[in-house]
């Protein structure tokens, strides 16, 4: 089970439909994440749509 509460922004998440966003802002509640999804729209993530915190691409 993920801890959303440490999710922080610029983490990226792998979501349940195979797609990856980045974080923008963790709400804070343990349920939802504002992220930048694929298409550069921002939109609130569901805590049950997140499978996994991806590492960050090295720059």
Same mark, same amino acid.
């Given at each position: 089970?993920? $801890?959303?509460? #440490?999710?922080?922004?610029?983490?990226?998440?792998?979501?349940? &439909?195979?797609?990856? #966003?980045?974080?923008?802002? $963790?709400?804070?509640?343990?349920?939802?994440?504002?992220?930048?999804? #694929?298409?550069?729209?921002?939109?609130?993530?569901?805590?049950? &749509?997140?499978?996994?915190?991806? &590492? #960050?691409?090295?720059?």
């Amino acid at each position: 089970m993920l $801890n959303l509460l #440490a999710i922080e922004p610029g983490q990226l998440v792998r979501l349940r &439909d195979g797609s990856t #966003a980045e974080v923008v802002e $963790n709400i804070g509640d343990g349920i939802w994440l504002k992220a930048r999804l #694929a298409d550069g729209e921002e939109d609130l993530v569901f805590c049950e &749509d997140v499978a996994a915190v991806e &590492d #960050a691409p090295q720059s």
